[in-house]
Each structure stands twice: as structure tokens, then as C-alpha cells.
């Protein structure tokens, strides 16, 4: 008889911060009364709070799987989908069938226009935790449900130099290099002298052989970016990340074919619908897929078609508590198109608090967790920072 679903839980978490994501708030930049701030650099919008929503799954004989989705803005609404339409979908179901459900609850809101966005994210942090009681249930780890282990260990770039001026940001980029690590990316965000210094100022301080990425959070026309890459590559530039807004799939595939530099997109995108056409316009050279958006299903289908199209995979890392990393190096562990995986330091290294897992970064790499399905357990700190819903 199979072990059915029994429960769906949900919490919707805010972890504050000492400093926001991306370092200091720029000089006139003020949170609102809900915390969120948009940074400038590239008029997206932020939170003082790490958030995103937990998803616990529990089977009929007590066997628990745990998810998490997405939520860096409004967690409570993903919350909210997942307890009133998700939910009632999956209960009494057999997580063994985890694809099918994927497709099932995607199909439902299809014809409602709903093909991404927060119900996607919804669906992520479920399909996650439905593979990882998969695991548990047979007592295997998810990259042995998905096809066999590839690599123990994931090479990875540090992400993010937070600091006021680009000159703290060049010297803990040095002070990376100097723990093991070999590839470092900086925010164009908030290169506050522009790219080209902060690219100046960091090759300098980290020497000739390390890997530098840029991220270009969308902030292009086409022309302008293939200029601006073109000037970054004279300090050996490793890849350029989103160099054009994200709907302008002509200026992406212009960029990508103008320029000697690697060109990645694909954080923001969710199925393999949204990449589809980026893989048939050849915008990039490789693409950043984000579990906390995509969960277990979506992110290996889009990986797989990555790799018909002869493009890498560099998954994207978000804020999240851990369980998403966790779920992200499982997919990472069985590709064979995998290049490395984005290090968020100022994230996973201060949210591991909340978790049990052997799951850790270091001299360059993450090392996979051990144990069945995810191999990662949210701690009982964590629940203090559960949200009550606004809606
Ligand atoms: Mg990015």
C-alpha cells in the first residue's frame, strides 16, 4: 500500500538582517513600512528581511518532506496558493507520483493565465519537499532518484561582495581567493563607480588567474551592453549575466552573439515554456536556473533541454533558509552540462544556524548533504520567524 499524503503545512518566514542583501541601502534609499526598498542600480525591489515559505509534508505513517518556495516579496501570498488551491490537490496522493502532480497543478491554473509568476513559486516549494519524502520513504538521496550521482563535489563562484566603496568590495573579494575560492561575480547594482572601476579594481586585487563575473541585473539595451562587455573583457572577463531586460529575447541573442564573453540568463525564469524561446533565439551560453522558483521537476526538465541546446548550467542561488540550496546542489549533483554553482556567502553561511545538515561550502566547492531525499531539516529556531498572514 503506498504511504499517501496526509498533510500540507506552510510558513511563511522573515529572517531580519543587519545589512540588506547586496550591502548598505544607497544615500536617499529608505525601507517603507513593509521593509521593502528598491535599489536603484537596477530598479528592482527588495526586503530588509530574508524571506521565503517552508513547506512541510507529511505522509500518512508520520514521514515528513520539506520544501521551501520563493518569497522574497509577499511570502504570505505564496503561502496563501499553497494552502487554499495546492493543497486539496495533492492530499491523498502518493508523493511517488510527483511529476504527475507537478503537471496537475500546473495544468489547473493554466487557462486562468496563471503560467508562472507566484503560482509557480507555489509549486515549487512543493514539488521540493514531495522529493524529498520520495527519498526518504525509499532511503535514497534525490540525485539517486533522479538518475545517479555525477559529481560528489560542486565547484562554485562566490556571488555578492557587499561593502561601501570598491575598494572594501575588491578586498573581500581578495580575502575569498585567499580561503580557496577561484571565481568571484560582482553587482553591477552597486558598482557605485561603475562596472569598468569595480572590474579594474578587483582584477587588481585578486590577480590574473581568477574567474570574474559580472551580473548586469537587466540594466541594457543591446548595443550598450555589448560596449560595456567589450570594455570589461580588457581585465579578462569570465561571463556576463543578464545583460538586456528580461523581455527582450532580440537584444539577449544579439548580445550573445556580438561578444567574446560568456553570456548566462534565466534566474527569473520559472519553465521550460519561459526558456524555450531563449534556447531557440540562442540568447546565452548558459543558463541560471533558480530552484526556489522552478522545485526539483521543473529545474532538471529545463536542465535537460539546456543541454540539448549545448548550453551550461550555473544554477542561480536566491534567499532562502537552506532547503532550496539543498534541493539545488541535488539536481547540480547529476548533470553532465553543470559548470559551477553560485555561493551566496551572506546567506547560507548565516541561515545554516536553522538548519541540521553536513551540507557546507569550502576551498572552492560545495559538498553534498547526506541522508535520504534533501538531506536537510529545518531546526526549531526557525518557527520564531514564521509571519502571520497579512490577506
Ligand atoms: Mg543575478
Not at 500540507?8 to 550591502?23: H, K, S
Not at 560595456?228 to 549575466?241: H, M, N, S
Request: with cysteine.
Amino acid at each position: 500500500m503506498p504511504d499517501l499524503i496526509a498533510s500540507i503545512e506552510l510558513f511563511p518566514l522573515a529572517i531580519p538582517r543587519d545589512e540588506p542583501y547586496l550591502g548598505p541601502l544607497e544615500a536617499g534609499t529608505q525601507p517603507n513600512v513593509h521593509g521593502y526598498f528598491v535599489r536603484p542600480g537596477n530598479r528592482t525591489i527588495y526586503s530588509t528581511h530574508d524571506q521565503s515559505v517552508l513547506v512541510k509534508v507529511t505522509s500518512e505513517s508520520g514521514v515528513v518532506g520539506w520544501g521551501e518556495s520563493f518569497g522574497v516579496t509577499v511570502p504570505d501570498v505564496v503561502a496563501q496558493l499553497q494552502k487554499q488551491l495546492i493543497a486539496p490537490l495533492v492530499i491523498g496522493r502518493d508523493p511517488h507520483d510527483v511529476m504527475v502532480i507537478y503537471e496537475d497543478l500546473y495544468d489547473a491554473l493554466r487557462v486562468r493565465g496563471f503560467y508562472g509568476g507566484f503560482w509557480v513559486d507555489a509549486i515549487a516549494g512543493v514539488d521540493m519537499a514531495l522529493w524529498d519524502l520520495r527519498g526518504k520513504l525509499t532511503g535514497l538521496p534525490v540525485y539517486k532518484l533522479l538518475g545517479g550521482l555525477r559529481h560528489a563535489q560542486i565547484p562554485v563562484y562566490v556571488s555578492g561582495l557587499p561593502g561601501k566603496t570598491k575598494e572594501d568590495r575588491a578586498a573581500l573579494g581578495k580575502r575569498w581567493i585567499d580561503r580557496g575560492f577561484s571565481a568571484l561575480k560582482f553587482a553591477a547594482a552597486v558598482a557605485d563607480e561603475g562596472e569598468v572601476a569595480e572590474m579594474k579594481a578587483i582584477r587588481a586585487a585578486v590577480g590574473p588567474d581568477v574567474k570574474i563575473l559580472v551580473d548586469l541585473h537587466w540594466r541594457y539595451t543591446a548595443l550598450e551592453a555589448i560596449q560595456l562587455i567589450e570594455k570589461l573583457d580588457r581585465y579578462d572577463l569570465y561571463l556576463a549575466e543578464a545583460p538586456c531586460e528580461s523581455e527582450d529575447i532580440d537584444g539577449q541573442a544579439q548580445v550573445a552573439r556580438s561578444v567574446k564573453t560568456q553570456v548566462a540568463i534565466g534566474e527569473e525564469l520559472r519553465t521550460v515554456y519561459e526558456y524555450r524561446p531563449r534556447f531557440l533565439a540562442r540568447c546565452m551560453n548558459v543558463i541560471q536556473p533558480e530552484m526556489a522558483h522552478t522545485g526539483i521537476t521543473a529545474f532538471w526538465r529545463i536542465c535537460q533541454m539546456a543541454a540539448a541546446f549545448h548550453c551550461k548550467v550555473m544554477p542561480h542561488a536566491t534567499i532562502n533558509i537552506g532547503i532550496v540550496q539543498a534541493a539545488s546542489l541535488q539536481v547540480s549533483a547529476t548533470l553532465s552540462n553543470l559548470a559551477m554553482h553560485e555561493y551566496q556567502h551572506s546567506i547560507f553561511d548565516r541561515n545554516l544556524q536553522f538548519v541540521e545538515t553536513s551540507m557546507h561550502c569550502a576551498n572552492g566547492a560545495f559538498s553534498l548533504p547526506d541522508g535520504p531525499g534533501l538531506g536537510v531539516e529545518p531546526k526549531e529556531e526557525i518557527f520564531q520567524y514564521v509571519v502571520r498572514s497579512v490577506l
